[in-house]
């Protein structure tokens, strides 16, 4: 039987501002230490504790709209004012390598990638509820009531999307939401057709 790997497994996680992604992301990626985080390219300015190359590849609004220009991008948006993309060499590499890909990545990207790449699995993460996601988004204590007020209304307009995510996790308690993905990517990859390689020959 031929055990060779096959190619790597795209993960597209979603989820409104505020919900914890990046934690449970981190927590993810401490259990499954073989998955590549793809760190998208920005023209937002670095937030406090943020480092270029790891957070994000932080970028000038010329060189992201030289790298539109040149085809280098799996997808992009303008979220907020800035633009957000992920880099198509990078993936693909990964990918071909036999190495699982997550890309943290909103609602628009997410129906970008479900386009090019149908075989990617596109998970969604909701809060227990709005009202937690107003207490969440006020716990940070970074942005003033107009910009909260604005995130909320933005993430029910996110969840509308919802119906075109494969799996939803909610992100009750980190941990949880953590193992819920890991399960879904366990159950993706006993797929048949990402099996069929065990039983070529027989
Ligand atoms: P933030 O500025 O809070 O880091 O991210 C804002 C939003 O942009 C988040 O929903 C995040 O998932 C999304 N995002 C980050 N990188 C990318 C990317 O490469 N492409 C797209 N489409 N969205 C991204």
Not at 11 to 19: D, H, K, R, T, Y
Not at 90 to 97: F, M, T
Not at 140 to 169: H, M, Q, S
Not at 184 to 189: D, K, W
Request: with cysteine.
């Amino acid at each position: 039987m031929n055990r060779a790997r096959h190619r790597g497994q795209l993960i597209v996680l979603s989820g409104p501002s505020g919900v914890g992604k990046s934690t449970v992301i981190a927590e993810l990626l401490s259990v499954r230490k073989d998955i590549y985080f793809s760190v998208s390219f920005t023209t937002r300015q670095p937030r406090v504790g943020e480092a270029d190359g790891v957070n994000y590849n932080f970028v000038t609004r010329d060189a992201f709209e030289a790298m539109i220009a040149a085809g280098e991008l799996l997808e992009y948006t303008e979220y907020v004012n800035h633009y957000y993309g992920t880099s198509l060499k990078v993936i693909e590499e990964k990918l071909d390598a036999g190495i699982d890909v997550l890309l943290d990545i909103e609602v628009q990207g997410a129906a970008t990638v479900r386009t090019k790449c149908p075989e990617a699995v596109l998970i969604f993460i909701i809060p227990p509820s709005f009202e937690e996601l107003s207490r969440r988004l006020h716990g940070r204590n970074t942005d003033g009531e107009e910009v909260i007020a604005g995130r909320l209304e933005k993430a029910k307009v996110e969840c509308r999307e919802i119906p075109n995510y494969d799996y939803l996790v909610v992100n009750d308690k980190v941990s949880w939401a953590a193992e819920e993905i890991i399960a879904i990517l366990t159950a993706e990859g006993c797929r048949t057709k990402n099996r069929m390689n065990l039983v070529e020959g027989v």
